[in-house]
C-alpha cells in the first residue's frame, strides 16, 4: 500500500525528500519511562507507558519499546498501533527495519487500507513500504471493498493459506494462495488461487474453482468473476464448464418419471458466460461441445402435473430469461434436441415412471424418434 510523501512535488524533488526521510532514525516522542544503555559502539533505547515515535509520516504507539540505534531496529510491544499516509496497522508486536522501511507485525494483527477501508486480519503480516505490499499468513482474513466509496454492495470476505496485496491511488490487487474461499451474500467461491483486481473490476480464481450465486452453482477449470460499480456482471468459465440450476425446485417423482436423467436443469460446455441484470440472470451462453437440459411445468399444480424435458446439443447454445422464466434457446452449429412430457402423479404408491432416456446422448437422439420439438429460435415453454 503506496505512501505518499507529499503531493503536487517534481519527481526529483519527491525522490529527494523521500532519501531524507530514510536517512533519518526512528524519534521518540514519549514514554513515561526512558533507559538508555550504552554498550561499546551500541545504543539502546527501553521505553515503558505511552510510548510515542515516529520517523517521518510513519506513526507509532505502544505500550512498551524497544529501540536499537546500531541495528537500526525498533521493537514495539503491546497495544501496538502503527499507521502511516495510506495504511494501519494494529498488532500485539511489531518490529520495524530502518534499513529496509518493512514491518513486521505478529499476533491479533489487524491492516487497514485507509483509502478504502479494506482490512486483513492475520497473526503475521509483512507490511514492505518500498515495494508498497502487505504479505499476510497463515489463514488470513481480508474484508475486500472498492476505494470507490459510492459503492453500495457488500464487502468481499476472504480466507487463503497466503495473501499478498498491493494498493495504490488507482486500486487495490490482492493474491490469495491456497484453499481460497469468497463470501459475499450474492455469491460463494472456492478455488485454489485467485487474483482481484479493481482496476478491471476483475476475480479471477483457478485450479478447479467453483462459484455458487443464488440462481447458478457453476464448476470449470478457470472462471472469472466481472463486476460493474462492486455489483455481480458476468461469469466467465472456461473448460469443462458447467453450470446447475439450483432454482429448479422440482418434485422428487419429476426425475423419476424421466429415468432420473439429471437432477437438476443444467447448462454445459466448453466455456460458458452467465450475464446477470440487477442480480438475477439474463444470459447464458454455452460455446463448444455445448449441451442442456431443462425441466418445465406444463401444467397447472395439482396432484397430477404434465412436466416436459427438452435436451439440446449444438456448438453454441444462447438461452435468454424474463424473470425467473426461459423464455428463449438459440442453437448453432449442429444442433439436434429431444422433447418429451410426461404425467407425473406427485404422490402416493402409483408413480409411472417415464421410459428412460438412454445416455450418451448419440443413443438418446437415435431413441427418440418422432418427438422433436423447439426449432433454434423458438420460445421456450414453462418456467425454470
Not at 503531493?7 to 525528500?17: K, V
Not at 532514525?25 to 510515542?52: C, K, M, Q, W
Amino acid at each position: 500500500m503506496s505512501v505518499m510523501i507529499a503531493a503536487g512535488l517534481c519527481g526529483a524533488a519527491a525522490g529527494t525528500l523521500r532519501a531524507q526521510v530514510d536517512d533519518e532514525p526512528v524519534v521518540i516522542d514519549h514514554a513515561n519511562v526512558l533507559r538508555r544503555v550504552v554498550e561499546g559502539d551500541s545504543l539502546t533505547y527501553f521505553l515503558e507507558g505511552a510510548v510515542r515515535a515516529h520517523r517521518g509520516p510513519i506513526q507509532m504507539r505502544s505500550d512498551q519499546a524497544s529501540i536499537f540505534r546500531l541495528s537500526q531496529v525498533a521493537d514495539f510491544q503491546g497495544n501496538v498501533h502503527f499507521w502511516d499516509a495510506t495504511t494501519e496497522i494494529y498488532a500485539d508486536r511489531l518490529l520495524y527495519y530502518e534499513v529496509t522501511d518493512q514491518a513486521v507485525a505478529t499476533g491479533s494483527v489487524q491492516v487497514i487500507d485507509r483509502r478504502s477501508g479494506s482490512q486483513v486480519a492475520a497473526d503475521t503480516v509483512l507490511y514492505d513500504r518500498v515495494r508498497d505490499v502487505i504479505t499476510a499468513h497463515p489463514r488470513p482474513h481480508g474484508i475486500v471493498l472498492p476505494q470507490d466509496s459510492t459503492a453500495q454492495e457488500d464487502p468481499f470476505h476472504v480466507w487463503a493459506d497466503l495473501m499478498v496485496f498491493h494498493s495504490d491511488s488507482t486500486g487495490t490487487e490482492m493474491d490469495g494462495l491456497g484453499h481460497v474461499l469468497i463470501e459475499r451474500t450474492d455469491i460463494t467461491a472456492v478455488g485454489d488461487s485467485l487474483h482481484y483486481d479493481e482496476r478491471v473490476s476483475r476475480v479471477a480464481l483457478r485450479k478447479e474453482p467453483r462459484v455458487e450465486t443464488t440462481e447458478t452453482y457453476l464448476t470449470a477449470e478457470r472462471i472469472d468473476v466481472l463486476l460493474e460499480d462492486n455489483r455481480l456482471d458476468a461469469l466467465v468459465a472456461l473448460g469443462r464448464a458447467r453450470a446447475v440450476d439450483k432454482t429448479d425446485s422440482l418434485p422428487p417423482a419429476v426425475p423419476a418419471a424421466f429415468n432420473h436423467v439429471s437432477e437438476y436443469s443444467f447448462l454445459e460446455g466448453d466455456s460458458l458466460l452467465i450475464e446477470f441484470e440487477e442480480g438475477n440472470i439474463e444470459w447464458l451462453v454455452a460455446q463448444g461441445r455445448a449441451r442442456s437440459l431443462n425441466y418445465a411445468l406444463e401444467s397447472l399444480p395439482g396432484p397430477v402435473e404434465t412436466w416436459s424435458v427438452n435436451y439440446l446439443l449444438g456448438e453454441r447454445l444462447e438461452l435468454s430469461f424474463r424473470g425467473d422464466t426461459l423464455s428463449r434457446v438459440v442453437a448453432s452449429g449442429g444442433h439436434r434436441g429431444v422433447y418429451r412430457s410426461e404425467e407425473v402423479r406427485k404422490a402416493g404408491p402409483e408413480q409411472r415412471p417415464s421410459e428412460p432416456i438412454p445416455l450418451p446422448e448419440m443413443a438418446l437422439l437415435a431413441g427418440a424418434p418422432g418427438r422433436f420439438r423447439k426449432t433454434p429460435d423458438q420460445p421456450a415453454r414453462g418456467a425454470r
